[in-house]
C-alpha cells in the first residue's frame, strides 16, 4: 500500500510495533518481564526473524528464519531507499553495527534452514550468513537440499526440528 517511501516506514514501524507491543504483550502473559524471546519465519518472515534478533538483541536470543529472502530492495519500485528501510534491512544495518550493540548480538544464535528447490533461492540465505559471520554473529545454514521446495510442507518439518533441538539444550 501506497508509495516506496510509506512502505518502507511501514517495515519499520512493523519491526518497532513487535518490539514495543508484541514483547511487552508476551512478557506480560508469561509473567515474566525480562523473558529472553525466539524468532521463526519462512520466507519474509524469515526477514523479519533475522532483523528483530540483530536489531534488539536484548529482547531476541534467537531465530529460525527459514527459506528466507534477506535483500528486499527487489520488492520495492524505488530508485532510492530511505533510512527506514536501512534500519530496518539487517543484510544492509548489520555490517555497521558496533560496540555494545554488537557485543550482544554476539551472544545470539541464528538459524537458516532453506531448501534448494522449487522457487528456493539459498544464496541470499548465504549471503545474510557471511553478513552475520563477518561481524562474529554466531549463525548456520542447513541446506534440505534440491528436493525441498519454498512452501508450507517444508516448513511444516524444519521447524518442530529446530524448536525441538532448542529445547533440548
Known sequence: LGNPRHQMWLQNQFHQYVRHEVVPAVRADCKSPDVTLWAAGASIGAFHSVAVVCRFPDVFSRACAMSGTFDLRRFYEAAEFSDDFWVSSPVHFVPTLSGRHLDVLRTRFILMPSGEGRAEDI??????????????VPNRVDSWGKDTHHDWPTWREMLPKYLGEWVKS
Open 123 to 136: 544464496s541470499e540465505t548465504w549471503r545474510m550468513a557471511n553478513v552475520l559471520g563477518a561481524k562474529g
